[in-house]
């Protein structure tokens, strides 16, 4: 099993930058991979970007390119999102999340563990 806590979330206005932290616990192996996904109220949840602990191949979704960035910190067992140039669009509650092995899939049902999330609110 892995226990996943997220933090970091808040308000801040257009155009700030937030950054998430993501503490992973127990089976932390370095053989998974780790992503950030978004849920705003009465939407889908949706990926918004993965990176492989081992390798640190990273993928991120379009809407996010360029203003985001993830990162990991395996002594640690730490994952960040750092974001920037927030847009209202991108209010929505966080979530990190882990699945084992290498690959990077961008869909929610290929993850196994999930943080309990972290709302993140963009003021226009």
């Known amino acids: 099993q892995v226990q996943l806590v997220e933090s970091g979330g808040g308000l801040v206005q257009a155009g700030g930058s937030l950054r998430l932290s993501c503490a992973a616990s127990?089976?932390?192996?370095?053989?998974?991979?780790m992503a950030w996904f978004r849920q705003a109220p009465g939407k889908e949840r949706e990926f918004v970007a993965g990176i492989v602990r081992n390798t640190g191949g990273t993928r991120y979704a379009d809407a996010v390119k360029g203003r985001f960035t993830i990162s990991r910190d395996n002594a640690k067992n730490m994952v960040y999102l750092q974001m920037s140039s927030l847009k209202p669009e991108d209010t929505a509650v966080y979530y990190c999340?882990?699945?084992?092995?290498?690959?990077?899939?961008?869909?929610?049902?290929?993850?196994?563990?999930w943080g309990q999330g972290t709302q993140v609110t963009v003021s226009s």
């Open positions: 999340a882990a699945r084992p092995g290498w690959a990077l899939f961008l869909v929610t049902n290929e993850y196994v563990y």
């Open positions: 127990g089976r932390t192996g370095t053989d998974l991979t």
